[in-house]
C-alpha cells in the first residue's frame, strides 16, 4: 500500500519538527551498487550508500548523500543515534520551513 502524501506543512512519517532542526529517522543500506535515496521503508527513510559498513565511511556516505538532496552545508547535519546500526537518527540543523520542499520532493519522487 502506498504511503499516503502530507500536505506540505505536515512532514512525512520518517521527519519530525523539533524547533529549529529537523530530525529524520533513517534506514541505512550500506555496501550498494550506487548511492540513492531509495524511498520509504516503515517509519524511516532508505537510504543505499556504495561504502561499506566499516570506519564510518558509510555513514559519512549517507551525510554527504542527504546533504546534497537537502542543499544543506554538510556541517548541518549529525547522526545522533545508531552510528553503528542500519536504524539511525539523522540531525539537520535547519527549520522544517526550509527543507520542507526538499522533504517532499524526496518523499513523493523516491519510493521503495
Known amino acids: 500500500m502506498p504511503t499516503p502524501t502530507p500536505s506540505a506543512d505536515e512532514p512525512p512519517i520518517w521527519a519530525m519538527r523539533d524547533g529549529a532542526t529537523t530530525l529524520l529517522r533513517v534506514k541505512a ?3 550498494a551498487s550506487r548511492n540513492a535515496i531509495a524511498g520509504t521503508l516503515g517509519d524511516r527513510l532508505k537510504i543505499r550508500v556504495a561504502a561499506p559498513p566499516e570506519g564510518g565511511k558509510a555513514n559519512q556516505a549517507i551525510l554527504t548523500l542527504l546533504a546534497r538532496a537537502l542543499c544543506v552545508n554538510e556541517a548541518s547535519l549529525a547522526i545522533m543515534q545508531g552510528h553503528g546500526n542500519p536504524l539511525k537518527t539523522i540531525r539537520v540543523d535547519a527549520p522544517w520551513s526550509c527543507l520542507a520542499h526538499a522533504i517532499q520532493t524526496m518523499n ?3 519510493r521503495a
Open 29 to 31: 543500506v550500506p555496501g
Open 108 to 110: 513523493t519522487t523516491n
